[in-house]
């Protein structure tokens, strides 16, 4: 079992988490997710998950790793919460 900390962009609320969440157990042997919205931090578990692929996950929806926002990722994030919000 692997454990990855990652630490996002973005994070604003429990939409935004829920968002995190459900698109990370997605993945191919992701088993647990848990977020820590005041650090920023997003914990992942499971079997033949690497880092690399994590990553990727959040950037495409808008949760960069710390340091690699930009206006795009932002916009991303927010519509994503935003619908997240209306369903």
């Known amino acids: 079992m692997n ?3 990652l630490f996002v962009e973005n ?3 429990k ?3 829920d968002t995190i969440k459900s698109s990370l157990l997605t993945l191919h042997g992701v088993s647990a997710v848990n ?3 005041s650090e920023h931090k997003v914990c992942v578990s499971g079997i033949a998950i690497g880092r690399e692929e994590l990553l ?3 950037r495409k929806i ?3 790793e710390m340091g690699k926002n930009n206006i795009l990722s932002r916009a991303k994030a927010f519509i994503i919460c935003q ?3 209306l369903a």
């Open 3 to 5: 454990t990855y900390q």
């Open 11 to 13: 994070i604003r609320g």
């Open 15 to 17: 939409g935004c988490m």
């Open 35 to 37: 977020i820590i919205e």
């Open 56 to 58: 990727q996950q959040l």
């Open 62 to 64: 808008g949760y960069p």
């Open 83 to 85: 619908l997240r919000k």
